[in-house]
């Protein structure tokens, strides 16, 4: 039900709007300038979301054309009013957000979603011919096979297609049992990406890569544990391994409510979720490449022959750089693992980064922020070609290649 256009000129001014999705007040002091602006400070890509429930065609072109278009366009003669002469040029824009959810204002079926993104792209590409499209898509089959339909109407529009995924784990839950749940998830998660990209390549007629745009873990309002940031481990393991079938995944949301960040008027605490995504950002190449790994199995809550070594390899760049990410799901007993490395010469120094904490129940908190944390040490290259991978643990092994 957003209009962009409640977001613009003096905050004072803009209109405040009855949000019946959420049931508050929008006040709209946060517009489409004030993001944008946030984008810049924190050194991130924005991707707008545009209203393709009770919104138009044409107020989403405007949109584009306010954010992408020259001073002298209709739209962007109002952005340079407003201080912003130069075009954002913004690239990434979804069609819709969850169009197939009756929560939805302007909520549609897989054929009336499929013929409106349609159009709604005709509108925006005149806008700005160069942006990306994200359409609504489902996990796998759901919602009467949703992404057939929608894909197969509306797929060679896309440049992506959106999935979204919550593990729910409520917070009475047995701790081994919610242990296992979240360690075994991101399995579920692999296989489920695997094959919503391929129903939708089948739809679509070409390659649709999976943009998983919201994805968490959620349980009541429980701090989150040393258990949720060895989740976001396993996912990006499965995301490495998925390579181009999912080019882009982005965690909901970013403070407080599920938040990796969690801020109170005095303190700002780092979540476990949060030191995941520290070790994988500041630890990993941008070339995957293929691991083997011949470890114990075990069965965990009805999923069965999960290793107990969950491991992903990556290389930089340069090639000069490799990291190897391991997650030992086991949740109370060390691993020891042996590496071998193939068509790489390391040096003889090699570095550790470990995320572990107590108990897979440990938490951050304002009080004792640094009860799970990363810890970093150097090592031999002969003690890392037989590691002990401690319980409830992921870790990455940093290798820098000889001089030629």
Not at 80 to 102: K, L
Not at 333 to 349: M, N, P
Not at 372 to 393: C, G, K
Request: charge should be negative; glycine fraction near 8%.
């Amino acid at each position: 039900q957003y209009d962009w256009r409640d977001g613009l000129g003096e905050r004072d001014r803009r209109p405040p709007r009855w949000n019946r999705a959420w049931n508050q007040w929008e006040w709209n002091d946060m517009g489409t300038d004030e993001f944008l602006r946030l984008c810049q400070l924190v050194d991130t890509e924005p991707y707008i979301c545009v209203n393709c429930g009770e919104g138009q065609a044409t107020e989403a072109a405007a949109w584009v054309e306010y954010c992408n278009g020259s001073a002298q366009s209709g739209w962007g003669k109002v952005r340079a009013a407003n201080g912003h002469p130069q075009p954002y040029g913004i690239t990434i824009w979804g069609v819709g957000n969850e169009m197939w959810g009756d929560w939805q204002h302007g909520h549609l079926n897989a054929t009336n979603y499929g013929i409106k993104s349609v159009e709604f792209a005709r509108a925006m590409r005149a806008a700005d011919p160069s942006i990306k499209l994200i359409g609504d898509g489902v996990q796998t089959e759901a919602y009467s096979g949703w992404n057939r339909e929608a894909c197969r109407i509306a797929g060679q529009t896309y440049d992506w297609l959106s999935v979204h995924h919550y593990a729910d784990i409520p917070a009475a839950t047995d701790t081994v049992l919610a242990y296992s749940l979240a360690l075994t998830t991101p399995v579920s998660i692999e296989r489920m990406l695997a094959d919503t990209f391929q129903i939708a390549r089948d739809a679509s007629g070409k390659d649709l890569p999976i943009a998983f745009d919201e994805w968490n873990i959620t349980h009541g309002g429980v701090p989150y544990s040393l258990r949720d940031g060895l989740y976001a481990c396993g996912v990006f393991n499965a995301l490495n391994r998925l390579g181009p079938k999912v080019p882009m995944a982005n965690l909901a949301l970013l403070i407080n409510v599920l938040g990796a960040t969690q801020v109170t008027p005095t303190a700002t605490v780092r979540t476990p979720t949060h030191q995941a995504f520290d070790l994988y950002t500041n630890h990993s190449g941008t070339l995957g490449l293929p691991v083997a790994v011949d470890a114990p199995s075990y069965s965990f809550a009805g999923s069965a022959n999960l290793t107990a070594l969950d491991a992903v390899a990556s290389l930089s760049a340069d090639r000069r750089t490799l990291y190897i990410a391991v997650l030992n799901r086991m949740p109370g007993d060390e691993v020891r693992g042996t590496l071998k490395l193939s068509g790489f010469a390391a040096t003889d120094s090699v570095k550790v980064i470990t995320l572990n904490g107590q108990t897979p129940e440990t938490a951050n908190t304002p009080e004792a922020p640094d009860r799970v944390r990363l810890q970093s040490r150097t090592i031999s290259l002969q003690e890392a070609a037989s590691y002990t991978f401690p319980a409830h643990s992921a870790t990455v092994l940093e290798f820098q290649a000889r001089a030629e």
